[in-house]
T-cell receptor
Framework: DSGVTQTPKHLITATGQRVTLRCSPR?????VYWYQQSLDQGLQFLIQYYNGEERAKGNILERFSAQQFPDLHSELNLSSLELGDSALYFCASSIQGASYNEQFFGPGTRLTVL | QKEVEQDPGPLSVPEGAIVSLNCTYS??????FMWYRQYSRKGPELLMY????GNKEDGRFTAQVDKSSKYISLFIRDSQPSDSATYLC??????????FGTGTSLTVIP
């Protein structure tokens, strides 16, 4: 167990809908990262937050947004969902802001868009 | 062209074999290199981390980086059934955004 928690574990929804994925980092970790994992694209970095501020942005679509709250938990919002958004979404956390510090991954949220 | 290329396998070896996993990359500015192991239905966990070129050894695992060839490798000695997992390589220029390979699926047969 990495100490990173993600809810929900599974999510099934329809195209056009909006969902929110939640992540609680390990105790003491200030940085949170979001990744999308699909079979054909592998693990894709979406966005990083450090102590409430956006630190780095990767291949995140405009339909997606994230935030990190004062208690350091983070939420990833996915809107106008498309079939291609079906994937595993991972959250990871690390102590410091630079991601070459070891990232601890949560168990993921499996999103299915029908 | 993808930033990082990794043979997806699957790779199947007998217990005790030496396993070689590889990734190639196109960005010569990459300096940080990592290997992650991902068991089925779990998140990735960091196995090895290397900065710049050279070798790093940790128990049965050895990571090699050849920046001149843009090629990294992970060797697993005396492979065990518990090593059966998907192995992901990852790399970064400045350590703040990592590019992952698609992963190689490994099965070690008892």
């Amino acid at each position: 167990d990495s100490g990173v928690t993600q809810t929900p574990k599974h999510l099934i929804t329809a195209t056009g809908q909006r969902v929110t994925l939640r992540c609680s980092p390990r105790s003491g970790d200030l940085s949170v990262y979001w990744y999308q994992q699909s079979l054909d694209q592998g693990l894709q970095f979406l966005i990083q937050y450090y102590n409430g501020e956006e630190r780095a942005k990767g291949n995140i679509l405009e339909r997606f947004s994230a935030q990190q709250f004062p208690d350091l938990h983070s939420e990833l919002n996915l809107s106008s969902l498309e079939l291609g958004d079906s994937a595993l979404y991972f959250c990871a956390s690390s102590i410091q802001g630079a991601s070459y510090n070891e990232q601890f991954f949560g168990p993921g949220t499996r999103l299915t868009v029908l | 062209q993808k930033e990082v290329e990794q043979d997806p396998g699957p790779l199947s070896v007998p217990e005790g074999a030496i396993v070689s996993l590889n990734c190639t990359y196109s960005n010569s500015a990459f300096q940080y290199f990592m290997w992650y192991r991902q068991y089925s239905r779990k998140g990735p966990e960091l196995l090895m981390y290397t900065y710049s070129s050279g070798n790093k050894e940790d128990g049965r695992f050895t990571a090699q980086v050849d920046k001149s060839s843009k090629y990294i490798s992970l060797f697993i000695r005396d492979s065990q059934p518990s090593d059966s997992a998907t192995y992901l390589c990852a790399m970064s220029e400045a350590g703040n955004q990592f590019y992952f390979g698609t992963g190689t699926s490994l099965t070690v047969i008892p």
